[in-house]
């Protein structure tokens, strides 16, 4: 099994979600803060590093962007 996110504009979302049902498979839809949040989790595997910071620590090194 493998799975594509497409994200495009409400009429080409339409016309998509019915040729992959009609080929098919099984489609999801999500909401933009969801896509959002799965780029966040997939940014942040990139650069896990096992270590725990404090809530100070972390509250620190956003501030300073």
């Given at each position: ?5 497409i ?8 016309l998509?979600l ?12 999500i ?16 650069v ?18």
């Open positions: 099994m493998s799975t594509l996110l994200n495009s504009d409400a009429s080409n979302t339409k998509l019915e040729l992959a049902k009609k080929l098919g498979a099984n489609v999801i839809a909401e933009d803060e969801q896509y959002e949040d799965l780029l966040l989790g997939k940014e942040m595997d990139k896990k590093t096992n270590e725990l910071m404090s809530k100070d620590e972390i509250l620190k090194k956003i501030n300073s962007k």
